[in-house]
């Protein structure tokens, strides 16, 4: 035990004496915080927009109004040409075409339907899906509004129509920030933790330092603990910075206990820092390290489930989702901030992370090559 303490005092001086390491540790999470909750926003606006209005009808403009005053779509041009239209989506000003066919009143007064043509620029997918769903909701309920204008005339035949009302649970007004802050938390806590045990060990060779505790009669267990054990705390301690800008700058409070987020970011916390060390017994340079846990920090963030549901990827990407740390943390944060979650919900999920814990502290172990 005093030779895990004097390893301790060592890591804990070695990482206050480096001025580019605080501000990693301190800085970065703050700055990430404050800027990304801001521009990762789902909603979708100034989506421009082209009309070819073929028919110049009292209904086309109140169409067209309607649409242009939902917020979230710029005129970027007014023409009766489609191919003068298709013109601005080539050049990129404009995302999405409504062709109004000529006759568009009169069909909609004496068929009681009328077509609308939409041309949606598809470069960007997640702009075009949404795009066209705003467009088409607003489409809809202009056409509701013309249906209760003909409600009181003979010639309207009423149809039976379903009503839908809804109730948004834990997240009521749907604020995209009290599900993303949780996850863009865990991922600074990720690249903190994982990146700088990564690049501990292999700091130790590079300047050879590894070479004298080699010849100590230094257990190996005790080096990967002395290595493992401040950037736990560290990680804890950014925890709690993320919690508390959370709170400061979005008014985000867990519904759930303090107690049970932090019970599983500590055998998070041993399960991604092992995984760090791990990779740095692999290496030789720093420069070897940063790029696998980059790589890895990839996997990690485009297979979290912070951006894409999991149930909506491919059933081959659900199944690495199930080895991916990152993944438990992002639904436990969730499930605790905006649902509630005890203990006992996330039982599963701590189960599983001391089973990464093990392996990849064991397997950090193991594979660090003491010699002397």
């Not at 030789?284 to 990827?313: C, D, H, W």
Request: glycine share 6%; with cysteine; proline share 5%.
């Amino acid at each position: 035990m005093r030779m895990l303490k004097f390893l301790l005092q060592k890591e804990f001086r070695q990482v206050f004496r480096n001025p580019a390491v605080l501000r990693i540790i301190f800085v970065m999470p703050v700055i990430q915080l404050l800027i990304l909750p801001w521009a990762a926003d789902y909603e979708v606006k100034n989506i421009r927009l082209a009309i070819v209005d073929n028919d110049h009808s009292e209904y086309s403009r109140q169409l067209i109004s309607k649409v242009t005053a939902s917020g979230y779509f710029q005129l970027d041009q007014y023409t009766a040409s489609y191919n003068q239209a298709l013109e601005e989506v080539e050049k990129d000003k404009a995302d999405i075409i409504v062709q109004i066919p000529p006759h568009f009143e009169k069909d909609l007064v004496k068929e009681s339907k009328a077509p609308l043509f939409m041309a949606v620029n598809a470069i960007n997918g997640v702009k075009a899906v949404l795009g066209a769903s705003y467009l088409q909701a607003i489409v809809q309920d202009f056409n509701n509004e013309v249906r209760e204008e003909w409600i009181h005339l003979p010639k309207f035949s009423p149809q039976t129509t379903i009503e839908i009302t809804s109730s948004n649970w834990f997240n009521p007004f749907m604020e995209y920030k009290y599900f993303m802050v949780p996850g863009i938390l865990v991922l600074l806590v990720t690249m903190v933790g994982s990146f700088l045990a990564a690049l501990n060990i292999v700091k130790e060779k590079e300047i050879g330092t590894i070479e004298q505790i080699n010849v100590t009669p230094v257990k190996k267990y005790h080096f990967i603990l002395g290595k493992l054990i401040p950037f736990w705390v560290l990680g804890l301690l950014i925890l709690t910075i993320g919690l508390l800008i959370a709170f400061v700058a979005y008014g985000i409070k867990p519904a759930g206990s303090f107690l049970t987020i932090y019970a599983f970011a500590a055998v998070y916390l041993l399960a991604v820092l092992g995984l760090g060390l791990l990779v740095s017994t692999y290496c030789n340079t720093q420069q070897q390290a940063m790029l696998i846990s980059f790589f890895m920090m990839m996997i990690f963030i485009l297979l979290g489930g912070l951006y894409t549901p999991i149930e909506s990827m491919p059933v081959w990407a659900q199944w690495i989702t199930k080895f991916n740390p990152v993944t438990y943390f992002i639904r436990v944060m969730r499930q605790v901030v905006l649902k509630g979650s005890g203990l006992t919900d996330i039982a599963p999920s701590i189960g599983i992370m001391f089973l990464f814990a093990i392996v990849f502290n064991g397997w950090a172990v193991i594979n660090y090559r003491k010699r002397g």
